[in-house]
């Protein structure tokens, strides 16, 4: 098992994603048994906060698992840009709070991860970024929609295009999360604490109309399969395995 839920008193639900030789990236069987245990965490009324975090001392979650990605066809992207998709819906849509306590790393898929839920508390060593351009890809779980959203359109075309990653200072200043503070999952769950004291009723719709809006997310989930056909979506996700810098030809 490699996601770990951990029942607190008063109804909050510490998720913990414990893969950490591959700090705690995503490869199939991480990634179903999230979204499983968040379709039932969103089903579950004793259920009322959950707080999603990495296990150790290095990651939130360093993405989805490029070794695995390397492999994919255009059809078996769609599928696993899918599975992602509903992950980070789920921590978005499900009728009570989410919080990502960001311990390390949040890259490509934990930052979508992260960008699912709806608070972010960052520890002051945590790193983010969607560095999916020098793979050859896009991010394909949401990022490309809800990094505009959280932080505006300038900062996610900042982000996507250069891929850089941004220091928890940074990540204060640009709004990708709500504070910087040590020991993050402390903080995470004291206001999950809080939050589950509330009218849960109230929370619900909160959520629901804070969160309307038009979105583009199945554009995203369509369009981003179709880069598994190209060249440079197999070196740059091959180099990485390789530990080789990426030749992109355009291809
Ligand atoms: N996948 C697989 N393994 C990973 C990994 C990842 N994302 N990140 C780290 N690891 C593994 C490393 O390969 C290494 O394994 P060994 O070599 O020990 O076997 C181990 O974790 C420790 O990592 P490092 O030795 O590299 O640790 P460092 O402290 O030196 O560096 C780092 C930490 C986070 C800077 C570095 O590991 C790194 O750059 N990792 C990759 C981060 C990244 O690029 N993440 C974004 C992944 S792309 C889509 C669907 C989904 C997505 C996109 C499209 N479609 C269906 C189209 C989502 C994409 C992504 O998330």
């Known amino acids: 098992m490699s996601v770990l839920v951990d029942r ?33 965490l ?3 009324e004793s259920a009322r ?56 790393f949040a890259l490509g898929g934990g930052c979508e991860l992260a960008l699912g839920c709806d608070l ?15 793979l050859g890809i896009v991010p394909g ?6 990094l505009a959203r959280v932080c505006g359109l300038g900062v996610a075309k900042d982000l996507v295009l250069t891929g850089r990653m941004v220091d928890a200072e940074e990540a204060l200043r640009i ?31 909160a959520k629901r109309l804070l969160n309307l809006s038009p979105g583009a997310l199945e554009r995203e989930a369509e369009e981003f399969g179709d880069l598994f056909a190209s060249e440079d979506a197999k070196e740059g996700l091959a180099a990485f395995a390789e530990k080789r810098t990426p030749r992109f030809t355009g291809r």
Do not use: C
């Open 49 to 104: 906060v959950v707080v999603l975090t990495g296990a150790g001392e290095k990651a939130f979650v360093a993405g989805a698992d490029i070794k695995y990605m390397g492999s994919l066809a255009p059809d078996e992207a769609k599928a696993w840009g899918a599975l992602g998709h509903e992950a980070a819906r789920l921590l978005e849509e499900m009728p009570k709070p989410t919080i990502a306590a960001i311990n390390g």
């Open 175 to 205: 709004g990708l999360v709500n504070a910087v503070v040590d020991p993050v999952l402390d903080r995470a769950l004291e206001v999950a604490a809080k939050l589950a004291e509330k009218s849960p009723g109230a929370l619900r719709v």
């Open 141 to 146: 779980w949401g990022g490309t929609q809800r």
């Open 120 to 134: 972010r508390y960052a520890s002051s060593r945590a790193r983010l970024g969607q560095p999916e351009i020098d």
């Open 42 to 44: 969103a089903e579950d």
């Open 8 to 40: 607190r008193d008063g109804g909050v639900v510490l998720v913990t994603i414990d893969r950490q030789d591959a700090l705690n990236a995503l490869n199939v069987e991480t990634l179903t048994e999230l979204r499983d245990r968040l379709r039932e």
